[in-house]
């Protein structure tokens, strides 16, 4: 099975910052890897899609990046609204898996 | 627009069964790729199984932790999914939610999720 590593586990980051978070596959996945924010009580929600395609009224901050095992997600402008969890998602394998995720905090 | 509403969790014993339903609106369940993912009590996601369409051939997958006491079925009439999971554990214990496996290319992803249904697994 393909294992997803994501990190850091949490950050504290304030509101116009720059956010960078990673995911590496414990093998190569192409570029079968999405985002989902999460947030509590809710279900996840799906950002980007296949490593850098922005998914339908997903504001343009987000942008994703990466192929093979390393993968990074990027949100430039942080808004009050993106404090959540972020997962990342290997859809390589008939055998899917998510990241540990991404408690993205205020500072 | 897709809807799409769980039910049917709730308190099991150890051992026990449960029948998950996810009815389905805007879609026909029998002409999607669906999944059914749970999420623990303050973990991340956790994906267990998928049926693919009926023109795909409606074939399942499980992820091993469940594989062998669950099934994923469709009532074509009911437009609903179906997660028969059998011998329950405590470590089962999760909100569990039904998407739809939508596609990129060949590229899958869940754009669709319901709210959840909490299953407790507790003696």
Request: hydrophobic share 35%; with cysteine.
């Amino acid at each position: 099975d393909i294992q997803m590593t994501q990190s850091p586990s949490s950050l504290s980051a304030s509101v116009g910052d720059r956010v960078t978070i990673t995911c590496r596959a414990s093998q190569s996945i192409n570029t079968y890897l999405n985002w989902y924010q999460q947030k509590p009580g809710k279900a996840p929600k799906l950002l980007i899609y296949a490593a850098f395609n922005l998914q339908r009224d997903v504001p343009s901050r987000f942008s994703g990046s990466g192929s093979g095992t390393d993968f990074t997600l990027t949100i430039r402008g942080l808004q009050p609204e993106d404090f959540a969890t972020y997962y990342c998602q290997q859809s390589s394998s008939s055998q899917i898996s998510f990241g540990g995720g991404t408690k993205v905090e205020i500072k | 627009e897709v809807h799409l509403v769980e039910s049917g969790g709730g308190l099991v014993k150890p051992g026990g069964s449960l029948r998950l339903s996810c009815a389905a609106s805007g879609f026909s369940v029998s002409d999607a790729s669906m999944n059914w993912v749970r999420q623990a009590p303050g973990k991340g996601p956790e994906w267990i199984g998928r049926i693919k369409s009926k023109p795909d051939g409606a074939t399942t997958d499980f992820a091993a932790p469940v594989k062998g006491r669950v099934s994923i079925s469709r009532d074509e009439s009911g437009n609903t999914l179906f997660l028969q999971m059998n011998n329950l554990k405590i470590e089962d214990t999760a909100v569990y939610f039904c998407t739809t496996d939508d596609l990129f290319g060949d590229y899958p992803m869940f754009v669709h999720w319901g709210l959840g249904t909490l299953v407790t697994v507790s003696s």
